[in-house]
């Protein structure tokens, strides 16, 4: 049973499954909170004039009062009220998503321009600017809060010659938009950030004719290689002050479930749990990008792929929680309508993980629009009759001719 409530109804006990906007428009981690307190009464009056409780999964000595509010809800409610709910909750998820793309391309540069500064600081053997790292991470972490796909989005502006770089960021955000997905606190998800965002700064001590090879690695070249996170770590762990967690995550990332990982040779729950997080995020994102010596796969070929992998490699239980968090269509998948158009994914429906806002690239003809069109898939004009939308197919990159990284850094969306 799910009863809208006005918020001066709220009491105790109830637990509220949804909000009058989506829940990346306020300050609250999780999408589902059980309520406590005054003040956790007091936080939905101050951003909501009605919420959504869920009486399966409230204390049961407030089933009256739900019963009773149910009752007048179902004297008050109309179908078309329904739809005109659903369209402004559509509309709102949208509008929260282009409004944080804006806040969140300002502290994407400076992150890239943070992070080359760190690694050419390191090759020159100078120390690592850790105070600026933290404060980037923690605007990383407040981006994705609010709004966590427009960080996401950004993820997908990759490129094979800036590869090191671009790929530390990249597990950052991601790294922090999975903590969030878990319900990771705020000094947690930064400790994941910030260890995501230095996890290859050892990299910088390897030789460049290993680092950007552009073929496989001899085997004792790739000794070499695996010599980076501890490399790292002592790099890191001389400036005393780096976070123990942050640390290990440096110098254990590339540690496997089945011990045969490196350096350590760790396995199960031997490996930190944050460290599990960045690993299986840094695996992600270096599959997904153009690299010296392999091209990318798609992000949905990605996921199922570590999901083979996951009796060697990865903890089963993570490797689905990150799968539910990223999504059935990942955001940065191509993906092929039912009427012929062809679009990315550049954020999942708070609602409806089937129904995803996607910016579309071409119309049913082929024809590419001048300026993509940001459309939210669960507004309801989308969802029936004759201009009724749907994901149809997932393209690989053979079977489409544009560049992602130019669409997202032209930020021409209509």
Known sequence: MKVKVDVSQLKIGMFVSELDRPWTETSFLLQGVLIESAEDIYSFQEICEYVYVDGEKSHESIYPHLRSLSTLERSTDTSANSVEHESAMADREQHAFQKELKVARKVHTRTKEYIDKALDDVRLGNAVDT?????????????????????????????????????????????????????????????????????????????????????????????????????????????????????????????????????????GDEINNKTRIVAIVDVYDAITSDRCYHDAISPYDALRNMYEWVKEDFDKEMIEQFIKCLGIYPIG??????????????????????????????????????????????????????????????????????????????????
Request: charged share 25%.
């Open 131 to 267: 105070d600026s790292a933290k404060e980037l991470v923690t605007e990383i972490a407040k981006s994705i809060t609010r709004s966590p796909h427009a960080m996401v989005w950004l993820t997908n502006m990759k490129e094979r010659d800036e590869y090191t770089s671009i790929h530390c960021m990249n597990v950052c955000i991601l790294s922090v938009s999975f903590g969030r997905c878990l319900g990771m606190d705020k000094s947690e998800l930064e400790i994941l950030g910030l260890g995501g965002l230095l996890h290859d700064i050892g990299k910088m001590r390897v030789p460049l004719e290993i680092l950007n090879k552009p073929s496989k690695l001899t085997f004792d070249e790739f000794e070499v290689m695996k010599t980076h996170p501890v490399q790292g770590y002592r790099m890191l762990r001389e400036q005393n002050d780096v976070p123990s967690d942050v640390l290990d995550i440096v110098k254990h990332h590339h540690e496997r479930r089945n011990g045969k990982g490196y350096p350590s040779q760790l396995n």
């Open 333 to 414: 998948c191509v993906v092929k309508l039912n009427l012929g158009h062809v679009g990315i994914i550049v954020s999942a429906s708070e609602k409806s993980k089937l129904r995803p806002i996607i910016l579309l690239v071409s119309n049913s003809k082929g024809e590419t629009f001048p300026k993509p069109k940001l459309i939210n898939l669960a507004h309801p004009k989308w969802q029936s009759g004759a201009q009724k939308l749907e994901v149809k197919s997932i393209l690989s990159k053979n079977e489409y001719d544009f560049n992602i990284k130019d669409i997202i850094e032209s930020d021409n969306i209509m």
